[in-house]
């Protein structure tokens, strides 16, 4: 079951009601209505707030598809350079883990950290999975 708008990162709950009027209420919904350029144009039009952060909101419930990436392995991810499906799958694993612990240390993102197999699980999902988004 695909995640509510109002969890993803960077959603705030006055964002969440654009979304909402524009009957968008989930992740898989957010994908659906932002596939291309031209349809994250119209919407952002639509809702009066800029591309970019429709192309932003739309990466992350990308991400979301992946089992595993909740809200603070995904500000991790973000923060190692990972913002979409596509990117997380051209990872090696044991690179972007030791990446997200150097990260952690330094700028303390999350309580704990996602384990090796976790990231080796993630990059797998991020590989099989069908591409959403067009760029």
Do not use: C, H
Request: net charge positive; charged share 25%; hydrophobic share 50%.
């Amino acid at each position: 079951m695909a995640i509510t708008v109002l969890k993803l990162k960077g959603m705030s709950a006055e964002l969440g009601g654009l979304f909402q009027g524009k009957k968008i209420f989930n992740a898989d919904q957010l994908l659906e209505a932002a596939t291309t350029p031209a349809a994250r144009k119209i919407l952002a039009e639509q809702m009066g707030i800029s591309v970019q952060a429709v192309l932003e909101l739309a990466n992350r419930a990308d991400l979301a598809r992946v089992k595993g990436i909740g809200g603070v392995f995904s500000d991790l991810l973000e923060q190692a350079g990972v913002d979409t499906i596509a990117e997380l799958a051209k990872r090696r694993a044991d690179n972007l883990y030791a990446k997200l612990v150097e990260l952690n240390k330094e700028k303390s993102l999350a309580g704990r950290l996602p384990t090796l197999s976790a990231v080796e699980d993630w990059i797998a999902q991020a590989k099989a999975l069908p591409r959403k988004l067009e760029y």
